[in-house]
């Protein structure tokens, strides 16, 4: 058969996981590391956005900044997001907007910028 298998499609546009970059905090004393492990817990929900794009829209990548604030309480009060697809910028938006941080130790909330690459392999 001519017809071209889905699993074959997902084989050749096989994602990569994001890339992190180096996320910018406004806010005292919070780790940016600590950051990084909390996004990293979820980072198959926001690896999850990209894919589906790129099955909706083979050889999409770029980069996806994400702009959310760290509530006292933890929790992610807000989260946006820009970049290469307005889709993939919300979901992943959605899905740092779903993270419990550890409270901010000094009471008030943090704010953050944290940049995404998503990248497709077997183009």
């Known amino acids: 058969s001519s017809e071209v298998c889905s699993s074959d499609l997902a084989r050749r546009h096989q994602p990569i996981p994001p890339t992190l970059g180096p996320p910018h905090v406004d806010g005292a004393g919070y780790d940016k590391a600590l950051i990084r492990r909390y996004i990293r817990r979820s980072i198959d929900r926001i690896g999850y956005c990209y894919d589906r794009e790129l099955l909706a829209h083979p050889g999409i990548e770029g980069e996806v900044a994400i702009?959310?604030?760290?509530?006292?309480?933890?929790?992610?009060?807000?989260?946006?997001?820009?970049?290469?697809?307005?889709?993939?910028?919300?979901?992943?938006?959605?899905?740092?907007?779903?993270?419990?941080?550890?409270?901010?130790?000094?009471?008030?909330?943090?704010?953050?910028?944290?940049p995404f690459e998503f990248h497709a392999t077997g183009r």
């Open 67 to 114: 702009h959310f604030f760290i509530a006292p309480t933890g929790a992610v009060e807000r989260a946006s997001g820009t970049g290469f697809d307005a889709e993939v910028a919300r979901c992943v938006a959605d899905a740092i907007q779903a993270i419990a941080f550890p409270r901010p130790g000094d009471g008030v909330g943090v704010e953050v910028n944290y």
